[in-house]
Nanobody, 123 residues
């Protein structure tokens, strides 16, 4: 079992930055691929970024490529999402998720989810 707690969301102006954190419980954090997803009102949950257990491989949605950076610190059981050049269309609840070993961009392939953190970008 892995418990995930996101933090760092908030209100920011267009062009601003935020850094989201996701703290994981348990001693096996380094076995999990970690992903960030987001869900805007009345929209499906969508993939944002994913990072391999070692941190050596990452993948991003086209909509955030070049603006967002996913990273992890396995010693701190934490994954981060640095979000720069934010746009109003980035407004959503952001979730972190974990799945064993292999990367995926599909929400249903992730086993554990956090409660989400709201990000609002004003125009």
């Amino acid at each position: 079992q892995v418990q995930l707690v996101e933090s760092g969301g908030g209100l920011v102006q267009t062009g601003g930055s935020l850094r989201l954190s996701c703290a994981a419980s348990g001693r096996t954090f380094s076995r999990y691929a970690m992903g960030w997803f987001r869900q805007a009102p009345e929209k499906e949950r969508e993939f944002v970024a994913v990072i391999s257990p070692s941190g050596g491989t990452t993948s991003y949605a086209d909509s955030v490529k070049g603006r967002f950076t996913i990273s992890r610190d396995n010693a701190k059981n934490t994954v981060y999402l640095q979000m720069n050049s934010l746009k109003p269309e980035d407004t959503a609840v952001y979730y972190c998720a974990a799945r064993t070993l292999r990367l995926s961009t599909l929400p249903y392939e992730f086993d554990f989810w956090g409660q989400g953190t709201q990000v609002t970008v004003s125009s």
